[in-house]
């Protein structure tokens, strides 16, 4: 598995440790692949983890992401060991997943 799909899961069960009851059921179905992508990298003369978003995740589902990343990181004990995330450039071109619940797609897929 490499590296960036770890992180993703991981990503994904933080997020979900966070979750507002009234959020519950409009995360459900989401997987790994429609986290965004992170690197290490440099934006802005700023080392931290370049993130950038799938390109065929819905504007709901990305809202939802940034909402729970921002509770994380209003946690200091999640901001002293994770690396800034730094969001630049332009979304990920990485294809949509070709299988994924249809009902989850309409909400989750732009």
């Not at 069960?13 to 459900?28: I, N, P, Q, T, Y």
């Not at 002293?80 to 009902?103: I, M, N, Q, V, W």
Request: glycine residues 6%; proline residues 7%.
């Amino acid at each position: 598995m490499d590296r960036e799909r770890m992180d993703g899961r991981k990503l994904l069960e933080a997020r979900r440790a966070v979750l507002a009851k009234e959020e519950m059921d409009f995360r459900r179905g989401i997987t790994v692949d429609m986290m965004s992508d992170e690197e290490d990298g440099t934006a802005d003369g700023e080392a931290g983890w370049i993130v950038r978003p799938p390109s065929f995740r819905s504007q709901e589902l990305s809202a939802l992401c940034s909402t729970l990343q921002k509770r994380l990181e209003n946690d200091p004990k999640y901001q002293a060991t994770h690396h800034k995330r730094l969001h630049y450039g332009p979304p990920s071109a990485r294809p949509a997943p070709s299988f994924y619940d249809p009902e989850a797609a309409k909400r989750h897929l732009s």
